[in-house]
Nanobody
Framework: HVQLVESGGGSVQAGGSLSLSCVVK????????MGWFRQAPGKEREGVAA???????SYADSVKGRFTISRDNAKHTLYLQMNSLKPEDTAMYYC???????????????????WGQGTQVTVS
């Protein structure tokens, strides 16, 4: 049984920084692709950043230059460093993982089969 456990959310003022973590538990294999998604109230969930097993990264245009995704395979952990946060970054942030090669876009939520419960990020 695979579990993704996020942590690191919270409240911060605009311009501040937060760092999110996601630990993958119970997976027999290293996830091929991992990503961060977010959903704001009244909006659809959107892809924020993704990182493949080879380290290749993808970012939504809205976060490029401000967010950095990384992974530590030895620790089975995914990270998201968020800098220069804006009120529009306020959302529930979800970690996702997929053990098979992603055929479509790495920021497409339909590509992922494993999801965490989410961690709230609020920027005021």
């Amino acid at each position: 049984h695979v579990q993704l456990v996020e942590s690191g959310g919270g409240s911060v003022q605009a311009g501040g920084s937060l760092s999110l973590s996601c630990v993958v538990k119970g997976s027999p294999a290293r996830p091929y692709c991992m990503g961060w998604f977010r959903q704001a109230p009244g909006k659809e969930r959107e892809g924020v950043a993704a990182i493949a097993d080879n380290g290749a990264t993808s970012y939504a245009d809205s976060v490029k230059g401000r967010f950095t995704i990384s992974r530590d395979n030895a620790k089975h952990t995914l990270y998201l460093q968020m800098n220069s946060l804006k009120p529009e970054d306020t959302a529930m942030y979800y970690c996702a993982a997929e053990n098979r090669p992603v055929v479509g876009g790495p920021l497409d939520e339909d590509e992922y089969s494993e999801w965490g419960q989410g961690t709230q990020v609020t920027v005021s």
